[in-house]
C-alpha cells in the first residue's frame, strides 16, 4: 500500500484541558510493585514492572534468536512469559530462565506466523479485516468488523483456512472499522477534529507534537480552539501505509511544549518513548471521551481501513471514539507508547482500538521526545532523555542484576516520576461540534465501523 508523506504543511495542538474520565481515578497511585530483588533461585520467574519487562524481552529475543517465539507480560502475576521453540540448544533457555522470565514451549515459531500473516495479506486484504500475532495463544488473531460478510467472509475464512489448524483464529467485531478523526487536548481543521499526542522537538530543534497521520493528510493547518486562528503546520504525514502518524510543527518557536499528557484535573509527566509488550497495562487520552485504558492484545497488527492498509500498529481493548485520534497511549510510569490510530466500537459497548507505536514515529520524523531546549528557552524544558524522573528515566541495560550475554537484565525501578502537577489549559474540549456532529458523543451509529478517531 502506497502511503503519503507531506512536506510543510500545518496542523495544532489544543492548550484547553480535557475531562478525564473515570479511569483518572486509577491512573495516578504508583501501583507497581518493584521488582523482586531476591536472588535464592535463579530459575524462578522474577516479579517485573511492565517497563522492565519490555527490555527484558528485547535482550531475551536476540539470546534466543530462531527459539524465541513470542513474549507478553502476565499483569496479574507480573511476570514476562517467553514463547519457546524446543530444540537442542537448551542452555540459552536455561539462562532465560535465570533471567527471570517464564519460559513455555510453543508449536509456531515467529517465522511461521510472519509467514501466515503475509498470506493473510496477498489472499485476504479485504477493508474491515485486520490482524496480528497474539503471543498468548501463540496464533494469529484476525479480526472482521461487521461490514464482512458474504463473499468476503468466504475468502477470509478459506484464506485462514489454508494456513493449517493451530496457526489462526477469527474474532467478529460488533462494530465497524474506522479512523477515529474529530488526543489529550482537541486540534481543530474546518470540520475536523483530531487530539495531540506528545509534544516532541523537530529535528530542526523546534518545538512540534505528533498526532495521527489520517489528521495530519486531512488538513494542513490546525488550530487549538473550534474555529481559532491555525498555531501549528503539518510537516511530515504517513497514512496509509507503513503507519499512521504525523509531525505538527507549532508556528512560534517560542512555544512551551512540556513533555506531558493532561488528564483534565492533572497532568502526567511523560518521562521517555517506549516499545509496548502483550499485557501492558496501557492509558488513552482523547479529547472525545477523556482517559481510558485497557490492556496491549497485539503487536505489529495489520489493519485495512476503508481508506487503505496500515501496518506496524499496536492493538489493545482501550475504547476510543471519533475525536480521539492522534491522542496518547501511556503507561502509568509515564512512558510514551502510541498514537491512537482508529477502531471499532466505542466506549459505551467497548471494542478494539489500534495505535501507531511512539518509537517508530519518533525514528521516522526524525524527532526527539520532550520541548527540548527551544521550547521556553529553558535547559530542562523538554524530556529529553531525562526529563520527568530526574535521574535515569528509563530501564537503561540494567535490568536486575541476572546477566545474559554480557549484558545486566534484571530490574530497577523504571518512570517512578509524580504524576500530580498542575492542569494545563483551561477549556472544556468535549462536546464541539465537528462537522454538524457533537464529537462528544461519537458516530451516531454508535459501535458501527473499524475506522480511524476523527
Known amino acids: 500500500m502506497s502511503h503519503k508523506r507531506i512536506p510543510k504543511r500545518k496542523a495544532a495542538i489544543a492548550a484547553g484541558s480535557v475531562v478525564a474520565l473515570g479511569a483518572a481515578a486509577i491512573l495516578l497511585p504508583q501501583a507497581n510493585a518493584d521488582q523482586d ?15 522492565d519487562a519490555s527490555d527484558l524481552a528485547s535482550q531475551l529475543a536476540d539470546l534466543l534468536g530462531e527459539a524465541f517465539a513470542g513474549s507478553y507480560y502476565d499483569a496479574d502475576q507480573q511476570q514476562l512469559v517467553v514463547n519457546v521453540i524446543s530444540g537442542d540448544n537448551n542452555n540459552v533457555i536455561v539462562q532465560a530462565k535465570k533471567a527471570g522470565a517464564e519460559i513455555r514451549e510453543v508449536d509456531n515459531s515467529l517465522a511461521e506466523l510472519a509467514a501466515g500473516a503475509q498470506t493473510l495479506k ?10 496480528a500475532v497474539d503471543p498468548r495463544t501463540n496464533k494469529i488473531l484476525v479480526t472482521a468488523d461487521s461490514t464482512v460478510t458474504g463473499a468476503k467472509w468466504d475468502q477470509l475464512e478459506s484464506t485462514v483456512q489454508t494456513l493449517g489448524s493451530g496457526m489462526a483464529t477469527i474474532k467478529k467485531s460488533a462494530g465497524t472499522f474506522k479512523t477515529f478523526l474529530s488526543g489529550g487536548d482537541a486540534i481543530f481543521a474546518g470540520g475536523a477534529r483530531c487530539s495531540a499526542g506528545f509534544n516532541v522537538t523537530a529535528g530542526d530543534g523546534t518545538p512540534a507534537f505528533l498526532t495521527a497521520g489520517h489528521c495530519g493528510v486531512a488538513a494542513a493547518e490546525w488550530s487549538d480552539a473550534d474555529g481559532g486562528a491555525p498555531i501549528a503546520t503539518v510537516d511530515q504525514a504517513t497514512f496509509p501505509g507503513e503507519g499512521d502518524f504525523a509531525l505538527v510543527k507549532y508556528d512560534d518557536p517560542a512555544t512551551v511544549a512540556p513533555s506531558e499528557v493532561n488528564v483534565g484535573d492533572q497532568t502526567v509527566a511523560i518521562s521517555q518513548a517506549a516499545d509496548a509488550t502483550v499485557g501492558l497495562q496501557v492509558f488513552r487520552m482523547g479529547s472525545t471521551t477523556g482517559l481510558a485504558d485497557g490492556q496491549v492484545l497485539g503487536l505489529d497488527a495489520t489493519v485495512n481501513y476503508p481508506e487503505g492498509t496500515v501496518t506496524g500498529l499496536i492493538q489493545t481493548n482501550v475504547c476510543a471514539e471519533p475525536g480521539d485520534s492522534g491522542g496518547s497511549l501511556f503507561t502509568q510510569d509515564g512512558l510514551a507508547v502510541g498514537l491512537t490510530s482508529g477502531g471499532s ?17 519518533l525514528e521516522a520524523v526524525g524527532a526527539t521526545l520532550g520541548a527540548g531546549d527551544a521550547a521556553g528557552g529553558g535547559e530542562e524544558a523538554g524530556a529529553g532523555e531525562e526529563a520527568g524522573a530526574g535521574e535515569e528515566a528509563g530501564a537503561g541495560e540494567e535490568v536486575g542484576g541476572e546477566e545474559v550475554g554480557g549484558q545486566e537484565v534484571g530490574g530497577e525501578e523504571v ?3 509524580e504524576v500530580g502537577g498542575e492542569e494545563v489549559g483551561g477549556q472544556e474540549v468535549g462536546g464541539q461540534e465537528v462537522g454538524g456532529e457533537e464529537a462528544g458523543a461519537g458516530a451516531e451509529d454508535g459501535a458501527s465501523d473499524l475506522t480511524e478517531t476523527h
Open 122 to 131: 496477498s489472499d485476504a486484504t479485504i477493508p474491515g479485516t485486520a490482524w
Open 415 to 417: 518512570g517512578g516520576q
Open 345 to 361: 466500537g466505542d466506549c459505551t459497548v467497548g471494542g478494539e482500538t489500534f495505535f501507531q507505536p511512539v518509537t517508530t514515529a
Open 37 to 51: 530483588s531476591s536472588t535464592g533461585q535463579a530459575a524462578a520467574p522474577k516479579t517485573l514492572k511492565a517497563a
